[in-house]
């Protein structure tokens, strides 16, 4: 079984600054890609921002330049930086840890979510 733990949600000022982390652990092969992704009442659940096992990252375009993604391998961690919040950041964030070599097809791992609000 695998776990997948978010964490540093909480209320913040317009203009302040947040760090999100997520760790996974238990029985998985071995995450490729990780992701942030944020979902609010009566919206689909959106990516915000990934990092590929690579290095690589994609953000939404309402993020850029004010997120930014990291990963400690070593810890099986995802972290996402946040800077300059707006009202429009708030929702939940969830992280998504992809195990391609998993399965039959490979499996997605989801945490729970984390709350951000933030206030204007």
């Known amino acids: 079984q695998v776990q997948v733990e978010e964490s540093g949600g909480g209320p913040v000022s317009s203009g302040g600054s947040l760090r999100l982390s997520c760790a996974v652990s238990?029985?998985?092969?071995?995450?490729?890609?990780f992701g942030w992704y944020r979902q609010t009442p009566g919206k689909e659940r959106e990516l915000v921002a990934d990092?590929?096992?690579?290095?690589?990252?994609y953000y939404a375009a309402s993020v850029k330049g004010r997120f930014t993604i990291s990963r400690d391998d070593a810890k099986n961690a995802v972290y996402l930086q946040m800077n300059g919040l707006k009202p429009e950041d708030a929702g939940v964030y969830y992280c998504?840890?992809?195990?391609?070599?998993?399965?039959?097809?490979?499996?997605?791992?989801w945490g729970k979510g984390t709350l951000v609000t933030v206030f204007s």
């Open positions: 998504n840890a992809d195990d391609p070599l998993a399965g039959t097809d490979g499996l997605d791992y």
């Open positions: 238990g029985r998985f092969v071995r995450i490729n890609t």
């Open positions: 990092i590929s096992i690579g290095g690589s990252t």
